[in-house]
């Protein structure tokens, strides 16, 4: 675990811990206004998704917490009559399942509404939804402050980790040789991959123009665009696997293939340290050596023993650009 | 009438109408035959509305799973009179789930569903007062049978036509590609290389623009056997199309200052506007069941294009690498190649045949 994540851990431990104390607290004093559902709603509430500077965790929370309560009050008077409250039941399971497909990101709030009427429906358990979103709202007030570029941020570190995992997901295609009989539980998972990376990348996108500050925006604009050039050469890297139809040429440099993606593997996490703001050395030495390594590889070997030499003499040009991006990012940021 | 047709016909009001009815059902059930008197019938149709297309009745039963599991543990746990120990098991629960989904957010949200499932029921346990001591089978009754209902509605109340859904989001795949190859195109008749924010988009536009359209459930895990690999195959084909374009885009970026795509633009714009062509032919059948004309060459663009730019490099593969120009060069021709065979998969793949004998 790298000392961001125990960070992003630790950071969201304390926002449970406030959010569940303070709780606590006010149903201590207050024993006969609350129940103990308080707990259950605060979390409902504090897990609700949002993308920071768009659909902000205030604005989603705050929406969360409407729906939930306008839902609450409607079932109680559809409780009146049960043909009633049956209908309302469906009409709220009808509307999750729309909200889900249309627009996902507003799928939670929708959800939790229909939830908490299913699981209370009673009137008496407003006064927890109550305690619960002030409590919700109110520690999202406080570290609203100082989210965002920490939210972001936390963005960029999963695209870059997604990234990595991409790059590993590759590569075991060229090194397992099981490729070649499973050929679609490694594409599954290379899809869902890149779903993921385009999706923290799409996301990114979206935030991008909510940041006030010029400066910063230009800076983590140019760390996007570069972070989805490096997708594209992975991308392109990644072709050898169906361009290859004899699996066996890849055991003639299995050592090269994996020190190279060991070497890619610290290069984003250097990436990463540069984007979070740390002047550390930036190397590509060691990858160039794997890449020349694999070359001469290809020279002496592939190029005799390789049903199609040509792929494998594009499968080096496609790394050696990947490694002029990386350094082409280097020279850029160091004179900056 | 033709437009409630085709209404009906779509995903979302589909899986609507079923969850409608779902609940429908769990409700009166639950107002007349409930056995525990709470909730848990109407609950666990509702969670059953919650899974995918892909592989509903899997994922269904792995709800089940995880329902029953927490129903057990919390009745165990409610069996013991300690309260302080109740409060200490559930802040634990909380913690846990909060923190599995803040971490790794953003979750896809049938994952988030089936996290925090366990935490809403086994809450739903504890908390619930004035419970008789052996309620358990009850519940467990009621949970199965809310849960059966559920499937039920799924499988038979409007079900998932899995084809329909699937050439629908093939469809819309298509479409964003014609488009990407026909802004390609253009760029090689004018002899300047695609904006890299421009491609960028489109490539998100490809796979992400409606979340729901690119029919990657058909990688789910339990997806109808018959189906799969079928649906599978065109998925991998189209994958591999879209990287290959992203490979051709950034190959003709790095080719702009040998002036490559200044100088071949019309050779290249030909090839693609022909890749073009086959995607329309695949979107045509899909869309209207009708073949396009299919006599014409789809050979000679690619062999011409392969011969003039071979021209420019010397043969051998030693001295392809004597300048960036000759590899890159090699490489666009490559790509434009494989594209080519791609598509000709696609459209050869396609059950032109089993439509000609229906």
């Given at each position: 675990?790298d ?153 960029f570190h999963?695209y870059i980790s997604e990234l990595k995992q991409l790059t590993y997901?590759v590569f075991?295609?060229f090194l ?21 990376c ?24 140019a760390y996007l665009i570069f972070i989805e050039t490096l997708y594209q050469h992975i991308q392109n890297v990644s072709?050898l ?12 440099c299995?050592q090269e293939l994996k020190g190279i993606v060991g070497e890619l593997g610290l290069c984003l996490d250097h990436v990463w340290s540069r984007i979070k703001g740390n002047r550390n050395t930036f190397e590509t030495t060691a990858l160039t050596y794997w890449i020349g390594r694999l070359d001469d590889n290809y020279h ?12 494998f003499a594009l499968f080096v040009d496609g790394l050696f650009s990947l490694r002029d991006a990386l350094n082409h990012f280097y020279g850029r940021e160091t004179k900056a | ?246 490979s051709?885009?950034l190959l003709?970026y790095e ?66 690498e004597?300048?960036p120009?000759?590899i890159k060069?090699?490489a ?27």
């Amino acid at each position: 675990m790298d000392l961001y994540t125990a960070l992003s851990m630790t950071a969201s431990f304390v926002y449970l811990a406030i959010s569940l104390s303070l709780a606590a607290i006010t149903s201590l004093f207050y024993p006969h206004y609350f129940s103990s559902w308080v707990f259950l709603i605060v979390i409902l509430f504090a897990l609700t998704p949002y993308l920071p500077g768009v659909q902000s965790g205030l604005k989603m929370k705050s929406m969360a917490v409407l729906m939930a309560i306008c839902a609450l009050i409607l079932s109680s008077l559809m409780s009146l009559h049960p043909a009633l409250y049956i209908v309302y039941l469906a009409i709220l399971a009808g509307l999750t399942v729309l909200v889900r497909e249309y627009e996902p990101l507003y799928a939670w709030p929708v959800f939790v509404s229909s939830l908490l009427v299913i699981v209370l429906n009673d009137l008496t358990y407003v006064a927890d939804v109550l305690l619960a979103a002030g409590i919700t709202l109110l520690v999202q007030l406080i570290i609203a402050i100082i989210e965002n570029r920490r939210e972001r941020q936390q963005y960029f570190h999963n695209y870059i980790s997604e990234l990595k995992q991409l790059t590993y997901d590759v590569f075991d295609c060229f090194l397992d040789p099981d490729y070649s009989h499973n050929i679609y539980i490694f594409e599954q998972r290379l899809h869902r991959q890149k779903m993921k990376c385009l999706k923290l990348a799409s996301d990114l996108q979206v935030m991008m123009p909510s940041m006030r500050n010029h400066d910063q925006r230009t800076h983590e604009q140019a760390y996007l665009i570069f972070i989805e050039t490096l997708y594209q050469h992975i991308q392109n890297v990644s072709i050898l696997r169906w361009r290859v139809t004899d699996y066996t040429a890849f055991s003639l440099c299995v050592q090269e293939l994996k020190g190279i993606v060991g070497e890619l593997g610290l290069c984003l996490d250097h990436v990463w340290s540069r984007i979070k703001g740390n002047r550390n050395t930036f190397e590509t030495t060691a990858l160039t050596y794997w890449i020349g390594r694999l070359d001469d590889n290809y020279h002496n070997v592939l190029q005799v023993a390789a049903r199609e030499p040509l792929v494998f003499a594009l499968f080096v040009d496609g790394l050696f650009s990947l490694r002029d991006a990386l350094n082409h990012f280097y020279g850029r940021e160091t004179k900056a | 009438m033709i437009v409630v047709k085709e209404i009906f016909k779509t995903y979302i009001v589909r899986h609507t109408c079923s969850s409608v009815a779902a609940l429908l059902i769990a409700g009166i059930m639950q107002h007349f035959f409930s056995y525990s008197n709470a909730h848990w019938m109407v609950f666990s149709a509702f969670m059953m509305c919650q899974v995918s297309r892909g592989a509903p009745i899997r994922q269904a039963l792995i709800m089940i799973a995880i329902m029953l599991l927490a129903l057990i543990m919390a009745n165990i746990l409610m069996s013991q009179d300690h309260f302080f120990v109740h409060y200490i098991i559930l802040s634990l629960i909380y913690f846990m789930t909060g923190m599995v989904v803040l971490v790794n957010r953003p979750l896809i949200y049938r994952y988030f569903v089936a996290i925090i499932l366990f935490m809403i029921v086994f809450t739903s346990v504890v908390l619930q007062q004035g419970m008789p001591n052996n309620i358990l089978p009850n519940q467990l009754i009621d949970l199965i049978l809310g849960s059966f209902i559920g499937i039920a509605c799924g499988v038979m109340v409007l079900p998932i036509r899995v084809i329909d859904d699937f050439y629908d989001g093939l469809l819309q795949v298509l479409k964003l590609l014609r488009i990407y190859m026909q802004q390609l195109s253009d760029c090689y008749k004018e002899g300047r290389s695609l904006n890299k924010e421009q491609s960028l988009q489109m490539m998100h536009k490809m796979m992400l623009a409606k979340s729901n359209a690119y029919p990657e459930w058909v990688y789910d895990v339990g997806f109808n056997r018959l189906l799969r690999s079928g649906f599978r195959y065109y998925l991998i084909v189209i994958d591999r199309i879209i990287e290959i374009l992203n490979s051709i885009e950034l190959l003709s970026y790095e080719c702009k200052e040998y002036e490559l795509v200044t100088d071949y633009g019309l050779l290249l714009a030909e090839v693609m506007d022909q890749n073009q062509y086959l995607v329309a032919v695949v979107s045509e059948f899909i869309e209207l069941k009708k073949v396009s004309d299919l006599s014409q060459d789809f050979v000679s663009d690619i062999n011409s294009l392969e011969l003039t730019l071979q021209s420019l490099i010397p043969a051998g593969l030693d001295l392809i690498e004597l300048t960036p120009q000759f590899i890159k060069t090699t490489a666009l021709v490559r790509d434009m190649r494989d594209l080519r065979d791609l598509l000709l998969k696609l459209v050869v793949a396609l059950p032109i045949e089993h439509h000609k004998k229906v």
